[in-house]
T-cell receptor
Framework: AQSVTQLGSHVSVSEGALVLLRCNYS??????LFWYVQYPNQGLQLLLK??????LVKGINGFEAEFKKSETSFHLTKPSAHMSDAAEYFC?????????????FGKGITLSVRP | SQTIHQWPATLVQPVGSPLSLECTVE??????LYWYRQAAGRGLQLLFY??????ISSEVPQNLSASRPQDRQFILSSKKLLLSDSGFYLC?????????????FGEGSRLTVL
């Protein structure tokens, strides 16, 4: 079984500041990890994914995440926040095949960007 | 390329009325299909998933049902809506051969039950 913990429900940063959204996972098998972004009244869009290749993963819109097995973490970062980054962010994990390939989502974090 | 569409985008229904939300996927065959619900402040809840025509798995007991009459069509239904059915419903698909489980989401359907 897999699970994801996203601590806190809301993060606020100033425009131009570092964005750091935390995600810790639990998995009984080597995990696949994802970050999705959701803008208001829209579906979820894939930001980036870790599928056991490079541990530092680069995604769209300048975001990146690093898989750290020892810390069971997959934190999302962006060096400089932009107003358009304001959205809800979901971390998700899956592992294995068949039924285990279903994604398990965290509760999401709302990112606000202050001018 | 693959696309996913769901409709209607917005729906306002009285308590006790029926519901039908439809989702279709194009550009792929034998997808796994999913229905999720987002209630305010409660994250994503997996309602149903399907690995093939007529094969539906329910994740939580509730007032809703799902059907998959065709390979790339997934329908969410209710005979009598409750106030608690209000929320944002998302359809998603993953490749049937995928071992990562990566999901691709539709645009969502906002249901308000009054």
């Amino acid at each position: 079984a897999q699970s994801v913990t996203q601590l806190g429900s809301h993060v606020s940063v100033s425009e131009g500041a570092l964005v750091l959204l935390r995600c810790n996972y639990s998995s009984s098998v080597p995990p696949y990890l994802f970050w999705y972004v959701q803008y208001p009244n829209q579906g979820l869009q894939l930001l980036l994914k870790y599928t056991s290749a490079a541990t530092l993963v680069k995604g769209i819109n300048g975001f990146e995440a690093e898989f750290k097995k020892s810390e069971t973490s997959f934190h999302l970062t962006k060096p400089s926040a932009h107003m358009s980054d304001a959205a809800e962010y979901f971390c998700a994990v899956s592992g294995g095949t068949g039924a285990n390939s279903k994604l398990t989502f965290g509760k999401g974090i709302t990112l606000s960007v202050r001018p | 390329s693959q696309t996913i569409h769901q409709w209607p985008a917005t729906l306002v229904q009285p308590v006790g009325s029926p519901l039908s939300l439809e989702c279709t996927v194009e550009g792929t065959s034998n997808p796994n299909l999913y229905w999720y619900r987002q209630a305010a402040g409660r994250g994503l809840q997996l309602l149903f998933y399907s690995v093939g025509i007529g094969q539906i798995s329910s994740e939580v007991p509730q007032n809703l049902s799902a059907s998959r009459p065709q390979d790339r069509q997934f329908i969410l239904s209710s005979k009598k809506l409750l106030l608690s059915d209000s929320g944002f419903y998302l359809c998603a698909w993953s490749a049937g051969y995928s071992n990562t489980g990566e999901l691709f989401f539709g645009e969502g359907s906002r249901l308000t039950v009054l």
